[in-house]
């Protein structure tokens, strides 16, 4: 149609019809899912919370007083949204510091290369460890190679991404693998497929079985250029000093706040995400913005006019980049109520496809299922049909197969359908756990039509037939 | 065709016809541009040489005992490849030292700023300069506040990226523009489309008119998170300490080596780039790419089994980056020689479309150009239509009007006709002039294929009709 055209017919709308026709009808009430959308579209409220919590508390890991600050303002944004039963759920959680760090090539090229030491690394002695770098492209690489290459040796992984999980191995493992071989200390190629010469941390653990040697993150190009050198025969020589620690534990909390249902009560759909961070960046997709759109999702849930058949329980975990305390003190305390769905958002702010879909009913481990589990999770599939023209306006209609998020984790291994936000990562691995996680990266306007999307199937799944 | 047809049909090519067919006939030579275009793709010698340039002897800022190792190894290249007069012709080129620097944000949120001094930056008293940030969006931002609201402060220009030659204008006269209103220190955004909290530096220059203040580049991020502060009412407030100081000037070459012209020796096609580099990553795109590719094209020339027509002389520029004194020198001692073309790369690495072509007769304007020069460019591309097929199955046969190059802007300004290499510059920008200008951004094919379009248009300029 053309404009004028449009206009036309339009005008036609305001032509008065008879007296009888003008008399204003009561118009029916806003359906839930619309007022949903509409609200978390246009409010600023969600935007002006997550500008508030990365430019104002900024990193906040496990121990530290900004996560402290972060718990605080989370229980005042939740009584402001009028959400009942505000409460911290005390967490005992572990305490890491990251103290100074410093990585030097001295030949063939003296020069200062970044470093970001992993999470739960030991610190080196005194005045560093001095080695020759030992490259090699994968841990089969490593176990093909006789011990004397490897003793004394700083083992460097060099590992490109391929998918997150498949990669992260070797940062969560790669120190141990090398220590058990005689290794000194562990660098590992930062995990992301796209660097600006940019060290990503993130946690890493110890076997039993291996001595606890220093580990640390380099960035691609570092690990890339080190590579080269040593095919050309002239492997790097580095000094390592890392004064990371162990700093025992502290207090912490879990947030939660409520919308009771208004008739199965005990019946609970929990919407999820951490409140925690990597120390490095604003901790602003990982996970801010996830936490940001849950209290979103509370909020407005908590101002339509009828409060849902089920509960619906925001939970801002603590912990989860390194310990998982926060979640495992969830589940543990909550052992005895019914939670028939949790949602949780956790893979950045990145447009929303849908949701991933993690239903099991045995075993705690990602991405194993059973053929019970096949047989339940198509029942679900099944079931959420009817939620996805409600959720095809945003375009986030399509459910997946797939891991849902770890805080939510332990209640999925009980047999809770989990549901994880399913984000598109294209821009989340470049910046995940470095000093880019910052707000500028977000699109305010895709990242409330995620919590939109969130909003919508929260409601939904508390609104359902029993 | 099916595999075992196409082998049929191979096999019967292998049988022997009548003796006087299978007499074998001499071969006619190779073509130029074929032998250019096949050893350029096929040979190790130049990544062999840019990965040398990059791991081995690194960053050459002018002044640096690297750029010196540099100048020594290009020589030796030159040697190796048997051109003629190679030589370093000595060029006095301004130090300018880093030292160290620190930026801190103290309010309203204590945290730690990767930051650049910028090239030529004076440095703050000892103990740095702390001051409330003003961030403005542009000079004319600037223009229309008062004075009161300008003097004492850190102005800081959050420019997001337009393109290079228009964003660049903040970093290169911004110090001055807040200085001569009573600013105590100057920040700018770095001039890039992307970061992962990448600070880029780069040359900036003090106006005669205007106090000397220090001048440093900040992150993406860090620029729209002190913007966003000071639009949310608590403006931050930052120390800033630079220990960057003017050193003098220091002894350097340009490096020179030719392929004589067989019939014209007298009339010269330049083939340049710049060897120094700024003080961050390897100087991969900035520009060690745009020398092995000149290096490349004098090796290529000079392995033909004839000389072109007219003399092919390679120069590799010294203090591109902090001076241009290396082509301003070039220009000089050269100037009653006779220049008939003068060809660049300087733009980094990304795939060829062509070349942009710098044609004037007047004045040494970038972008300017007279009527007179309109009718110079429209002869020459006239002209240069009939090297289009050669260059077409590097798929990089386009032309268009655009700056060629610094160093070949002082002959291009005396009439010499110029060419730069065009590149996609879409993943140059990102690492310009930072630590992520290393040799893994580089693809080794592209790279080939773009140092044989510059031997092709070389030799077919030292080679055509007089």
Known sequence: MRVEAALAASALLLIPGPAHARKKATPAPVAAPAQLIGEALTSEVSWLRLEHLCDRIGHRLSGSPALDQAIAWAQDAMNQDALANVRAEPVTVPVWVRGHERLTQLSPREQELDVLAL????????????ADVLVVSSFDELDALPDAEIAGRIVLFDVPFTTYGATVQYRGHGASAAARRGAVAALVRSVTPVSLDTPHTGNMEYDEDAPRIPAAAVTVEAASRMHRLQEAGAPARVRLELGSHDAGTAPSANVVGEVMGRELPDEIVVVGCHLDSWDVGQGAQDDGGGCVSALEVGRLIARLPQAPRRTVRIVLFTNEENGLAGGRAYAQAHAGERHVAAIESDTGTGAAAGFSLDVRRTGPEAGRYSDQDEAAYEVLVEQLQAVRPLLAPLQADGFR??????????????GTPGFGVDHDTTGYWPIHHTEADTLDKIDPIVFRRNAAAMAVLTWWLAERAP
């Not at 999470?119 to 001095?130: H, N, Q, W, Y």
């Open 401 to 414: 197969q797939s891991y849902a998020g770890s805080d939510i984790a332990p209640l999925i291994a009980t």
């Open 119 to 130: 999470g739960g690394s030991v610190g080196t002695p005194e005045g560093g460890v001095e």
